[in-house]
């Protein structure tokens, strides 16, 4: 049995006056790799931003069921307003994944250097370790974020809409290398394509205001709809394709 | 040039001046970088002409106004990093008001004061020639604090300019760096006023940085290239200031825009050829 990692019960959370999630019970274990779905402004940030710590629950409780101090939660951010001008290099931003608050020295360490260069290698971006980050795509400083976010071994993986801005071969690459992480850490991938993310995840969170769990990866445009979640199946390659609906109840919400 | 500093050197203002310029270089280079790679710029103008109040209240009470100015800047440097992460009033417009109200009041008590305020240029104007042991002595005190400062924090203070959010996520000590690096802005802009000018001090922190931005995408080179470009702006200044009794401020910053265009002549021959 998995070790259970992060409980949250009965969890609002919001900005100033709005609340954006209501009543949320989630539990999320050592082994899973959970997509969270859901149509934009649903809360999907919100949620993950509560899990990490960036936004206090109004009500309700997260609890880690690790020690904090010795694991890591990795983190890539959705695509990101961070200023492309800023003056830092590529080789840095992976290195920042392994600070925390413990003094550290300001030269790096021989051993950290060379785990952020294979790191960069097993992305085929070693070449770019110099390079200002604002001069890399949109593929490259995923790559480079998702370096940053799992250079410290974490013990859950959060990924928001990493496949935005990127194509469509480095997604499946992504997926690939996700699934394979799996094995050492928990996972929580945040995307809006059900479709393509089907084929990895274990099991289905449905984030509209309210988070409703699924334990299996696949859905159907009925139980989304069950759900109150109206997103579109869309499916790529040789899949089966789902004939999409439009519920009514799709055309209340909001 | 030689005989003029050789002759110079016996004095104790040049011998003074000189030692401002290179400690006025080393902190306006380290802050500088860190406000224009955070896109602070604005705020800093706001917090320098903050803390005019203080020098309005220096003079009213008779003690040191850069004391007081430094009070007005840190007090409101500490307001404004701890509004910005809870009230929702737009930023900038927030420290507009902060930067008129400051204004406002350093008018006031400089108004109030009887007789007349002596030296009142020397803060709006800057006068690196008559900077007292006092103001030294504040300005070296930062200088070294900000040195070991960064020194033991670069990379939190790197990481955390670069994604706050991240670093947060990573348990690093956002809160202590932000506020620490607020306060270590103002105390730069107040003690460098003496050099600059309140109008001008601004320009101390983002003109060399936007020259050494020509040359280097690396947050460590900018500040070095900061601290060479503005000793020279200083050094050069100082010396036009003397020589035609204008006050140092206004020709540091004429000085440095002058390097700015070199600069990027420089820059613009450099790619010619590699290309
Ligand atoms: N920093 C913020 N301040 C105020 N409102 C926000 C903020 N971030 C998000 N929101 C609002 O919260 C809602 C949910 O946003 P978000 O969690 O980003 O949704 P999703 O990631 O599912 O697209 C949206 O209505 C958005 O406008
Ligand atoms: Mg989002």
């Given at each position: 049995m998995a070790d259970k990692l992060i409980e949250m019960r009965s969890v609002y959370a919001g900005y100033g006056n709005a609340v954006i999630l209501r009543d949320v019970d989630l539990d999320i274990y050592s082994d899973d790799f959970i997509g969270v779905i859901g149509p934009n402004g649903g809360g999907k940030t919100t949620l993950i931003k509560t899990i990490l710590g960036l936004i206090k629950p109004r009500k309700g409780k997260v609890s880690y069921m690790f020690d904090r101090d010795r694991h890591a939660i990795g983190y890539l951010p959705q695509?990101?307003?961070?200023?492309?001008?800023?003056?830092?290099?590529v080789c840095e931003v992976v290195l920042s994944g392994l600070y925390d608050n413990r003094l550290r020295p300001s030269i790096y360490r021989r051993k950290d250097r060379m785990k952020a260069m294979e790191l960069l290698e097993s992305m085929n971006i070693q070449d770019l370790a110099k390079m200002p980050i604002g001069e890399l795509s949109g593929g490259q400083m995923q790559r480079t974020f998702l370096c940053r976010a799992i250079i410290s071994d974490p013990i859950l993986l959060i990924l928001d809409e990493p496949n935005t801005y990127v194509d469509n071969k480095f997604e499946h690459d992504l997926y690939d290398r996700l699934k394979d992480l799996n094995k050492r850490m928990a996972i929580l991938l945040v995307s809006h394509d059900i479709g393509t993310i089907s084929y990895y995840i274990k099991s289905i969170a449905c984030v509209n205001h309210k988070v409703h769990y699924h334990g299996s990866g696949k859905i159907t445009q009925d139980q989304l709809a069950a759900y109150d979640c109206p997103i579109q199946i869309i499916t790529h390659g040789a899949v089966p394709h789902t004939v999409l609906k439009t519920h009514q109840d799709e055309l209340d919400t909001e | 040039m030689n005989w003029i500093l050789s002759d110079l050197w016996q004095f104790d203002f040049f011998r003074n001046a000189m030692l401002t310029a290179f400690l006025a270089a080393v902190s306006c280079g380290l802050a500088g970088t860190y406000i224009v790679s955070r896109r602070m710029v604005f705020i800093s103008g706001g917090l320098t002409h903050a803390s005019f109040g203080g020098i309005g209240i220096g003079y009213f009470f008779g003690f040191n106004p850069i004391l007081g100015a430094a009070l007005f800047a840190v007090l409101s440097a500490l307001g404004i990093e701890y509004a910005s992460k809870r009230i929702s009033v737009r930023e900038d417009s927030a420290i507009a008001i902060l930067w008129s109200f400051g204004m406002a009041v350093g008018i006031i008590f400089v108004f109030l004061t009887p007789g007349y305020a002596p030296n009142l240029m020397n803060y709006l104007f800057?006068?690196?020639?008559?900077?007292s042991r006092e103001d030294i002595c504040f300005l070296l005190g930062l200088t070294i604090i900000m040195l070991v400062f960064f020194i033991f924090f670069f990379r939190l203070i790197l990481f955390t300019a670069f994604d706050e959010n991240f670093a947060i996520t990573r348990r690093m000590p956002v809160q202590f760096i932000n506020y620490s690096m607020m306060i270590l802005i103002a105390l730069t802009m107040v003690f460098n006023i003496r050099v600059a000018g309140i109008i001008l001090v601004l320009s101390l922190l983002t003109i060399p940085q936007t020259i050494a931005s020509i040359f280097t995408h690396d947050f460590f080179r900018m500040a070095v290239i900061s601290m060479v470009a503005g000793w020279v702006g200083i050094f050069g200044g100082l010396m036009f200031s003397y020589s035609l009794d204008i006050p140092s401020g206004a020709s540091i910053i004429f000085l440095l825009v002058i390097l700015f265009f070199i600069a990027r002549l420089i820059s613009y021959f450099l790619h010619r050829k590699a290309g």
């Open positions: 695509l990101h307003k961070f200023d492309p001008r800023f003056p830092i290099k | 800057g006068s690196i020639l008559t900077v």
